[in-house]
């Protein structure tokens, strides 16, 4: 019998098994400033992120053999050590000494390599959804430990919110969540490399640094004006060198009415603010017509 074969039916035989579901939201960057480069390699950020309805669902479910199966209707993603849900269910597994298996079918809705955590909202999700399929009883601190072995942004997945993000971007210190608005959210047809986008950006020559306290100010004051004017991303300058249609991007949505527009991340995803229900049509419709991946969703508050 195949791997494949055997796998499925494994997973007929425990189809009525528990099943636990989670969600996993994208994130946004409201300001990314990197300080400087680490003698670790890592670079020194303040990030203030906060999280959206745009999400992929999981659903778990055990299963008696110890191994790790991952299904989705994606048919662009890898389904295997690659995958961070994967390497989530695999560092739970090990640390904790779980001797059952497990099975991860991934909705994927969140556009991949676009800024947005996708990866690590899905491998936070896993950590959670897994400890409570397994009854672990691990504390959040405990799995946000967990979570900055997988990735940088997974330990603010884990906890959700609105946070202001230090160190490497492990160190959360819990914010204000922004005013409620809409989010129009577009992805131009391109891949971003995080890792060479830092690699380009040289923190000693920034000279032009969004600032965390005036954005922490205008969460606290619930301004949602004050945060528009303190949307800011050191890493745009980057990445709008390397791929220009970013930038056009950014103008078309300013155009088109957004009140604040900023680039997530290293991107190439851009998004917009919008406080009017009334422009949000206008705003998506006049996107299309640059990007075929572009949402309109709110804030997740």
């Given at each position: 019998m195949t791997g494949w074969m055997r796998n499925s039916t494994e997973l007929l035989r425990w189809g009525s098994a528990m099943k636990i579901y989670e969600?996993?939201?994208?994130?946004?960057?409201?300001?990314?400033?990197?300080?400087?480069?680490r003698p670790d390699g890592y670079h020194e950020v303040e990030m203030i992120m906060t999280m959206v309805d745009l999400a992929d669902r999981l659903e778990?479910?055990?299963?008696?053999?110890?191994?790790?199966?991952?299904?989705?209707?994606?048919?662009?993603?890898?389904?295997?050590e690659k995958n961070l849900a994967f390497q989530a269910a695999k560092l739970i597994k090990e640390r904790y000494n779980v001797r059952s298996g497990v099975y991860i079918h991934l909705d994927k809705k969140i556009p991949v390599a676009a800024g947005l955590a996708g990866g690590s909202s899905d491998a936070a999700a896993t950590l959670r959804g897994l400890n409570r399929l397994?009854?672990?009883?691990i504390p959040e601190e405990e799995l946000k430990e967990l979570g900055s072995e997988l990735g940088?942004?997974?330990?603010?997945?884990?906890?959700?919110?609105?946070a202001l993000a230090t160190?490497?971007?492990?160190?959360?210190?819990?914010?204000?969540?922004?005013?409620?608005?809409?989010?129009?959210?577009?992805?131009?047809?391109?891949?971003?490399?995080?890792a060479e986008v830092y690699g380009r950006l040289h923190a000693d020559q920034i000279t032009n640094h969004p600032s965390a306290s005036?954005?922490?100010?205008?969460?606290?004051?619930?301004?949602?004006?004050d945060v528009c004017e303190q949307l800011g991303n050191v890493l745009e300058q980057v990445t709008l060198t390397l791929h220009p249609e970013v930038a056009h991007l950014k103008e078309a949505m300013l155009r088109l009415g957004a009140d604040g527009v900023l680039m997530s991340g290293s991107?190439?995803?851009?998004?917009?603010?919008?406080?009017?229900?009334s422009k949000v049509s206008r705003i998506y419709n006049g996107l299309r017509g640059f990007c075929k991946e572009v949402y309109a969703v709110r804030l997740l508050t």
């Amino acid at each position: 019998m195949t791997g494949w074969m055997r796998n499925s039916t494994e997973l007929l035989r425990w189809g009525s098994a528990m099943k636990i579901y989670e969600k996993a939201p994208a994130k946004i960057n409201l300001m990314l400033d990197v300080l400087h480069k680490r003698p670790d390699g890592y670079h020194e950020v303040e990030m203030i992120m906060t999280m959206v309805d745009l999400a992929d669902r999981l659903e778990m479910s055990a299963l008696p053999r110890d191994t790790i199966i991952i299904s989705s209707q994606a048919g662009y993603i890898p389904l295997d050590e690659k995958n961070l849900a994967f390497q989530a269910a695999k560092l739970i597994k090990e640390r904790y000494n779980v001797r059952s298996g497990v099975y991860i079918h991934l909705d994927k809705k969140i556009p991949v390599a676009a800024g947005l955590a996708g990866g690590s909202s899905d491998a936070a999700a896993t950590l959670r959804g897994l400890n409570r399929l397994w009854d672990l009883g691990i504390p959040e601190e405990e799995l946000k430990e967990l979570g900055s072995e997988l990735g940088s942004d997974v330990p603010f997945c884990v906890t959700g919110g609105t946070a202001l993000a230090t160190g490497r971007g492990e160190v959360l210190s819990p914010l204000p969540n922004p005013p409620q608005c809409w989010v129009v959210l577009a992805k131009p047809p391109i891949n971003v490399s995080t890792a060479e986008v830092y690699g380009r950006l040289h923190a000693d020559q920034i000279t032009n640094h969004p600032s965390a306290s005036e954005m922490q100010e205008a969460l606290a004051k619930r301004s949602f004006n004050d945060v528009c004017e303190q949307l800011g991303n050191v890493l745009e300058q980057v990445t709008l060198t390397l791929h220009p249609e970013v930038a056009h991007l950014k103008e078309a949505m300013l155009r088109l009415g957004a009140d604040g527009v900023l680039m997530s991340g290293s991107g190439p995803t851009v998004f917009g603010l919008v406080s009017k229900e009334s422009k949000v049509s206008r705003i998506y419709n006049g996107l299309r017509g640059f990007c075929k991946e572009v949402y309109a969703v709110r804030l997740l508050t």
